[in-house]
């Protein structure tokens, strides 16, 4: 795991989907750390105009490098970047912030409500295998 990226900073993913993939964005998003999948085969034009108004903190184009960002697999702080396709101009990045630890334990409440909605034989179900 990589300890040099810190809260909030932002990540480029340049790398084909796979499980490493799949762990380094959920290891960096429960840092709260940014990602932003973007696809490889993006042309160097191409990847200059979107990684230019993003700043990200670093760019992976490799699998070694992407394997270099798993870890911590908590609950995620932050949403990945998503870049809008730019058909009116120089595609932009998108984002929601970054969590507090508070704001990202899910509320107990949450369970509840959704338990209150199942089908009655649904929760004798779960209440017969002590879930």
């Known amino acids: 795991m990589d300890d040099s ?4 900073d932002r990540v480029a993913l340049l790398v084909p989907g796979s499980l490493v993939y ?3 964005v959920q290891s960096l998003l429960a840092r709260g750390v940014v990602p932003i999948p973007l ?3 993006l042309t160097s034009y191409e990847r200059e ?22 870890g911590d697999l908590g609950l995620p702080r932050a949403r990945p970047m998503h870049v809008t396709s730019g ?10 912030g970054v969590l507090g630890a ?3 334990h899910p509320r107990e409440s949450m369970f509840d409500d959704v338990y209150k909605e199942m089908p009655w034989h649904l929760r ?7 879930v």
Request: hydrophobic fraction near 30%; avoid cysteine; charged fraction near 30%.
């Open 5 to 8: 990226l810190r809260e909030g």
């Open 102 to 104: 508070e704001e990202a």
């Open 49 to 70: 105009r979107i990684l230019g108004t993003l700043s990200p903190t670093r760019v992976v184009e490799t699998e070694d490098a992407l394997a270099g960002l798993t």
């Open 22 to 24: 799949l762990a380094a």
């Open 39 to 41: 696809d490889p085969r």
């Open 124 to 130: 004798q179900q779960r209440e017969e295998q002590g």
């Open 87 to 96: 058909t009116t101009g120089t595609p932009k990045g998108v984002w929601s």
